[in-house]
C-alpha cells in the first residue's frame, strides 16, 4: 500500500491573536494535483508555508516522504532541528511565490543555476544544460540572459518554476501562482502548470482559478477560518457543494 | 468614414510663431556681481603673503609623494578592515542571537561614542596598559614593537570605520524584500549563504553612495593620524614647514593633492555602481 506523500496532523498555527490554522489534517497522495481554494485569511497560503516551513507550526505535525518536518522526537520530547537539517528537508519540496521573488541581480538562468550550484553543490556544465532544459520547458529559451526586470510578469513566474524544478522536488507548492499576473498573463502560466501535473508531479495549489481547479485538480480543498471545511473531487466540490459556507464562497466568487 | 466635428471659430493659427527671449536683466547682475568677489578673492590670494614658487616646488617634492602613497595606502586598508567589520557587525546586529546582538550594538555604541583622535591615541600608547602582548605560552613581543605608528592608524581608522559602515550595511541589508530570503530559503539555503548569495549583492546597490561618502571621509581621516606620527601627506607637510617656515605653501600643497585623489575617487564609485545596478535597469541589456 502506498503511503501520503504529505501527512498533516492536527497541525494549528496562530498569529498573535489570530488562528490562522486551527486542527488541520490532511493526506496529500503521491502524483495528486490538490487545489487549496477560500477566501484571502482562511489558511491555505499558511498551510504551504507550514509545508515548506517558513513558518512554524505551533501544534500537531506535518510528515514528508515520511520524515517529520522541524523537529525531531527524542525521549519524549520534540527538539526543533538545526537549520541545515531543515534546509535538507526543504530542498524535498519546491515553492513558487505570488509575486515571484526572482533574484533581480541573476539573470534568469542564474537564477534557476543558483540552488543546484550552490546548495546541492553540483557541477556547473550539468546544471546549465539541465537548466537551460528546464527554460525550453517553460517556454523561455531565448530570454536565458535576460534579467527579471527585462521580462513580463508571466515570463518571471514560468522562471521562477523552472527555479523549483531545478532542485528536483518530490513536491511543488504553488501560491496563488498567478494572482499577481494580468489577465492576459494567467494563461502562459497555467499553461506550464498543466503540463507538469500531466507529468506526475505532486502539486498543492494555492489558487482562485476556479478553471483550472475544474481541469486539473485530483482533489479541490475549500478551507475557511483555518480548518478545512469540505473536500472531495473538483467536480464535487465545485459543481455541488454540500456545506453552506462552501456555496457562499463559491457563489461569491463566480 | 464618419465627418469630424467641425472647429469652433475664433481661433488663430500660431504655428508659425516663435516664443520671444527675456532679457533676464537680474541673471546678468548677479552674475556679475559673484564673478567680481570671485576676482577680488583670487587678487587677494595673489597679493597676499604667499610665495607661489614654494607651492609648486613642494607639490612633486618626494617626501610629499610618499606622503600621499601612505595616505591612500592607510585609506584603502583602514576601509577594508572597516567595510569587513561593517558587514560582521550587520550580520550580528540582524541576527536572532541575543547575545551577538547586543556586543554588536555595543561595539557600535563604543567607537561611535569617542573621538577618532582619541582612540588612535589609545592604540598608540597601548604599550602603557600591557607592556607585553600575544598569546600566552605560543607567542609574545613588548607592545611597543608591535604597535608601530601605521599598525596603530589602521587599527585606530579600521575600526572606528567599522561602527559607521555597520550601520550603512545594516540599512541596505533591511531594504531588501523579504520575500529575496524566502526564496533563498525556499531552494534550502541557509541564513548566512542567503545573506552572501542573494542579499548582500542587492543591499550593495544601496549601500555604495553612503560607503562612497565614508570612503571620502577616510581619505580625509587618515590626516589625524599626523598625531601618532604615521608618515601620512599632513604629517610630511608638515615636517616641512617646521624646518623651512613656509606653513601655508606647505598647507596648499597638502590640500591640492586631498582634493585631487578624492576627485579621481568619484569616477571610481560610478564604476562600482554601474557594476552592482546589474538587473535593476528595465531596457539596458
Known amino acids: 500500500m502506498t503511503k501520503p506523500l504529505v501527512a498533516i496532523r492536527s497541525v494549528a498555527k496562530n498569529f498573535g491573536e489570530f488562528q490562522a490554522l486551527n486542527n488541520v489534517s490532511l493526506d496529500v497522495w503521491p502524483g495528486e494535483v490538490m487545489c487549496l481554494i477560500g477566501a484571502s485569511g482562511s489558511g491555505k497560503t499558511t498551510l504551504l508555508r507550514c509545508i515548506n516551513q517558513l513558518a512554524t507550526i505551533d501544534a500537531g505535525g506535518i510528515w514528508l516522504d515520511g520524515e517529520l518536518l522541524g523537529v525531531r522526537e527524542q525521549g519524549g520530547k520534540l527538539h526543533r532541528l538545526s537549520e541545515r537539517e531543515i534546509g535538507r528537508q526543504r530542498l524535498k519540496t519546491g515553492m513558487v511565490f505570488q509575486r515571484f521573488n526572482l533574484f533581480p541581480h541573476k539573470t534568469a538562468l542564474e537564477n534557476i543555476t543558483e540552488g543546484p550550484t550552490q546548495v546541492q553543490g553540483r557541477k556547473p556544465d550539468e546544471v546549465r544544460a539541465e537548466a537551460l532544459e528546464l527554460l525550453r520547458r517553460v517556454g523561455l529559451s531565448a530570454k536565458a540572459d535576460w534579467y527579471p526586470a527585462q521580462l513580463s510578469g508571466g515570463q518571471q513566474q514560468r522562471v521562477a518554476i523552472a527555479r523549483a524544478l531545478a532542485m528536483k522536488p518530490m513536491l511543488m507548492l504553488f501560491d496563488e501562482p498567478t494572482s499577481a499576473l494580468d489577465p492576459e498573463l494567467v494563461g502562459e502560466v497555467l499553461a506550464v502548470m498543466k503540463e507538469l501535473a500531466r507529468s506526475g508531479m505532486t502539486m498543492m495549489v494555492v489558487t482562485h482559478e476556479l478553471g483550472f481547479a475544474r481541469e486539473v485538480a485530483d482533489r479541490v480543498v475549500y478551507m475557511d477560518q483555518g480548518a478545512i471545511v469540505e473536500q472531495g473531487r473538483a467536480s464535487d466540490v465545485l459543481g455541488a457543494p454540500r456545506e453552506e459556507r462552501t456555496k457562499a464562497f463559491l457563489s461569491a466568487v463566480i | ?285
Open chain 2, 1 to 285: 468614414m464618419k465627418q469630424a466635428p467641425a472647429l469652433a471659430q475664433g481661433f488663430p493659427d500660431l504655428s508659425g510663431m516663435r516664443i520671444a527671449r527675456e532679457p533676464h536683466w537680474f541673471r546678468w547682475i548677479s552674475a556679475a556681481l559673484i564673478v567680481l568677489v570671485l576676482a577680488a578673492i583670487a587678487r587677494a590670494f595673489a597679493n597676499g603673503q604667499i610665495e607661489w614658487s614654494y607651492v609648486s616646488r613642494f607639490l612633486t617634492a618626494k617626501v610629499i609623494l610618499e606622503g600621499i602613497v601612505n595616505t591612500m595606502v592607510m585609506a584603502v586598508l583602514a576601509m577594508m578592515l572597516g567595510i569587513f567589520l561593517g558587514i560582521v557587525v550587520a550580520i550580528m546586529r540582524l541576527s536572532p542571537n541575543p547575545v551577538l546582538k547586543s556586543v554588536a550594538a555595543g561595539y557600535t555604541w563604543l567607537f561611535r561614542g569617542t573621538p577618532l583622535i582619541l582612540q588612535l591615541l589609545l592604540w598608540f600608547n597601548l604599550a602603557l596598559v600591557f607592556p607585553t602582548i600575544g598569546i600566552p605560552g605560543l607567542w609574545s613581543a613588548r607592545a611597543v614593537d608591535v604597535m608601530t605608528p601605521f599598525l596603530a592608524a589602521l587599527l585606530g581608522l579600521g575600526i572606528n570605520q567599522g561602527a559607521y559602515t555597520s550601520e550603512v550595511m545594516r540599512a541596505g541589508m533591511l531594504s531588501v524584500d523579504i520575500g529575496q530570503y524566502e526564496a533563498a530559503q525556499a531552494i534550502g539555503m541557509g541564513r548566512l549563504r542567503a545573506l552572501r548569495r542573494i542579499v548582500l549583492p542587492q543591499a550593495m546597490r544601496v549601500v555604495i553612495p553612503p560607503l562612497g561618502n565614508e570612503f571620502i571621509g577616510m581619505v580625509k581621516a587618515t590626516s589625524l593620524a599626523s598625531v601618532i606620527q604615521y608618515p601620512e601627506l599632513l604629517h610630511n607637510a608638515e615636517n616641512i614647514y617646521y624646518a623651512n617656515s613656509r606653513v601655508i605653501e606647505l598647507l596648499i600643497v597638502a590640500g591640492l593633492w586631498y582634493l585631487l585623489a578624492v576627485s579621481i575617487l568619484t569616477p571610481l564609485q560610478m564604476l562600482l555602481e554601474r557594476r552592482f545596478a546589474r538587473g535593476t535597469l528595465r531596457l539596458a541589456r
